[in-house]
Structures are given as C-alpha cells and as structure tokens.
C-alpha cells in the first residue's frame, strides 16, 4: 500500500516535518507487514545464527584437540541448549504466519 493512507485523520497541526517523518515511517512499516518481510527477514537471521553456531563449534573442536569428548560435548551443549528452542519458536512462528494468509 504504497501512497497517502486514508484511515489517518489529520489534524490541523500535522503539517510539520515531525507528522511528515511519522507518516512515512507508518507507510514504510505498512509496506514492511504487507510484504511479510519482517518474517522473513528474522527467518533468516535465525538461519545464520545457526550457522555462525555450528562454524564456532567446528573451530572450538579442531582448536582443542586434547579436551576429552565429554568436555567438548558439554560445552558445545551449553552453547546450543538456550538456542535451540529460540530457533524452533522462531520457525513455528514462521510457518503460522505462513498458514494464515
């Protein structure tokens, strides 16, 4: 929805640069919600974030070569745990947004 929207009424002082700067900020986040790119935008970010996680912890493995499995592997843990079920909220988010258009 590009263009002047018609559900905003105006009030006589709406005329400065401020009521400018918010109306077209409201225009730009209308355009933003229609266009779902919010969604996908954070759907992606949450991809790399994974991503960026599972590169360091390749790079932590080869850098320590002498730490036993079980250290490595309860590291590793403590670092993907709390990220686990962000990412699994974020997907589930995603795809019921998804389903309701």
């Given at each position: ?6 559900d ?25 919600d ?21 590169r360091?912890a ?12 079980i ?31």
């Open positions: 929805m590009i263009g002047p929207r018609k905003l009424h105006e009030r006589a002082s709406d005329k400065g640069w401020l009521a400018i700067g918010v109306r077209g900020f409201a225009m730009v986040w209308d355009f933003i229609e266009k779902d790119i919010d969604k996908h935008c954070l759907s992606w970010a949450t991809f790399g974030v994974t991503i960026w996680i599972i360091w390749t790079t932590f493995v080869a850098a320590h070569p002498t730490m036993s499995g250290e490595i592997a309860a590291i590793i843990g403590a670092v993907m745990l709390p990220w686990t079920p962000m990412q699994a909220a974020v997907i589930n988010w995603y795809f019921k947004r998804q389903n309701e258009k």
